[in-house]
């Protein structure tokens, strides 16, 4: 059964900084990873797709990355900002209709 | 708006209630997906429609009916629902099979409170 973990739950970090968010994943027979962007009490924002063949995508400040055969992909946030304060989820796409999501990074950045 | 609108935003419903979630989707896909978000939880898949066609029930309480009636619209109806139904229903839109690799869109969601 696949099950994907993210790490850090939680992240506070002052603005201006780079960081980095975890994704790891049990299985790694998956077709495509996808990073999203939850703002409180509000639906999700597809923000990167990595398709099992790519290593990364790049999109503005954000950058992905995928290791499958470790299981494991990062989103990177350069000179983070406060508006990128939101929840980050991860979900992978294993054969099937159905991605399975990790539980999400609530990232805070403080001006 | 990511062209998935979902109505309405907020439903607070008796226990004995009948209601119906609505969505729908501009952005000319084929597939339309219900996930359940609830408290501190990941998302989890309800129900996925392709080309109207149900293709996955998740083991979903017989509480919670879709239907599909076309590519751009679904529905949640629900009835007798408990209070741990309770959460944040998000539907979801795709193109199966297409170039973009499947990408998920979102609507904003109905956050349901059962009293």
């Known amino acids: 059964k696949q099950e994907v973990t993210q790490i850090p739950a939680a992240l506070s970090v002052p603005e201006g900084e780079n960081l980095v968010l975890n994704c790891s994943f049990t299985d790694s027979a998956i077709y495509n990873l996808q990073w999203f962007r939850q703002d409180p009490g509000k639906g999700l924002t597809s923000l990167l797709l990595?398709?099992?063949?790519?290593r990364e995508q790049t999109s503005g400040r954000l950058n992905a990355s995928l290791d499958k055969s470790s299981g494991r992909s990062t989103l990177y946030i350069a000179a983070s900002q406060p508006g990128d304060s939101a929840t980050y989820l991860c979900?992978?796409?294993?054969?099937?209709?159905?991605?399975?999501f990790g539980a999400g990074t609530i990232l805070r950045v403080k001006s | 708006e990511t062209g998935v609108t979902q109505t309405p935003r907020h439903l607070v419903m008796g226990m004995t209630n009948k209601k119906s979630l609505k969505c729908e989707q501009h952005l000319g896909h084929n597939a339309m997906y219900w996930y359940k978000q609830s408290a501190k939880k990941p998302l989890e898949l309800m129900f996925v429609?392709?080309?109207?066609?149900?293709?996955e029930n998740n083991s979903v309480p017989s509480r919670f009916s879709p239907e599909c009636p076309n590519s751009s619209h679904l529905f949640l109806h629900l009835h007798t629902l408990q209070p741990e139904d309770s959460a944040l229903y998000l539907c979801?839109?795709?193109?199966?099979?297409?170039?973009?690799?499947?990408?998920?869109?979102f609507g904003s969601g109905t956050q349901l409170s059962v009293l």
């Open positions: 979900a992978v796409r294993p054969a099937g209709n159905k991605l399975v």
């Open positions: 990595i398709q099992s063949s790519q």
């Open positions: 429609y392709s080309l109207e066609e149900r293709v």
């Open positions: 979801a839109s795709s193109q199966m099979g297409g170039r973009s690799g499947e990408k998920l869109f």
